[in-house]
Antibody
Framework: EVQLVQSGAEVKKPGESLKISCKGSGYSFTSYWIGWVRQMPGKGLEWMGIIYPGDSDTRYSPSFQGQVTISADKSISTAYLQWSSLKASDTAMYYC???????????WGQGTLVTVSS | QSVLTQPPSVSAAPGQKVTISCSGSSSNIGNNYVSWYQQLPGTAPKLLIY???KRPSGIPDRFSGSKSGTSATLGITGLQTGDEADYYC???????????FGTGTKVTVL
């Protein structure tokens, strides 16, 4: 069974750093792209970027380029999303999702809620 | 602001049909596959339709997708209370070099 399991909720202060994770299982982790999606409170889905764990090829949405870093450790089948200096506006639910052929996202993590507040 | 436009909400009585439109351009819908996602309250999105009109295993045939030119449509027949959710279209945008989601549509079962 394909699963993407994300790390737990985080509460941080502005200016702090953060790295959240997404662990894949039940499939060949290095053979599928993993994307990250933001959902701010009460808002829609926003695509942030994507990584191919096989060679760490990474693409970013222009809206998120320079704001976050996407990485992966294929040895432990885990993708990451990190911030070096959080802002209150980073408060959101973050989802990882597997990209399959036909360019769609077929399996999703359960989401990681990030709250940034002083 | 998303480049894919959906109606904010649609509604119908149980058993009826609703359609949700997704309007884009030649840089996205016009030249790429469209997929659709259902997000039930408090849960992660779920793939409903891929490659414009295909259903993943386990998705009932009450859900259908179509595409014409720079627009796509999701149809839901035999509406059930369990279908109350937000629905998003998505596709690759070649001009932005980014995946884009639609603005989202809330389906209400009256």
């Amino acid at each position: 069974e394909v699963q993407l399991v994300q790390s737990g909720a985080e509460v941080k202060k502005p200016g702090e750093s953060l790295k959240i994770s997404c662990k894949g299982s039940g499939y060949s982790f290095t053979s599928y792209w993993i994307g990250w999606v933001r959902q701010m409170p009460g808002k829609g889905l926003e695509w942030m970027g994507i990584i191919y764990p096989g060679d760490s090829d990474t693409r970013y949405s222009p809206s998120f380029q320079g704001q976050v870093t996407i990485s992966a450790d294929k040895s432990i089948s885990t993708a990451y999303l990190q911030w070096s200096s959080l802002k209150a506006s980073d408060t959101a639910m973050y989802y990882c999702a597997r990209r399959r052929g036909g360019d769609c996202y077929d399996y999703w993590g359960q989401g990681t809620l990030v709250t940034v507040s002083s | 602001q998303s480049v894919l436009t959906q109606p904010p909400s649609v509604s119908a009585a149980p058993g009826q049909k609703v359609t949700i439109s997704c309007s884009g351009s030649s840089s996205n819908i016009g030249n790429n596959y469209v997929s659709w996602y259902q997000q039930l309250p408090g849960t992660a999105p779920k793939l409903l339709i891929y490659e414009n009109n295909k259903r993943p295993s386990g998705i009932p045939d009450r859900f259908s997708g179509s595409k014409s030119g720079t627009s796509a449509t999701l149809g839901i027949t035999g509406l059930q209370t369990g279908d109350e959710a937000d629905y998003y279209c998505g596709t690759w945008d070649s001009s932005l070099s980014a995946w884009v989601f639609g603005t989202g549509t809330k389906v209400t079962v009256l």
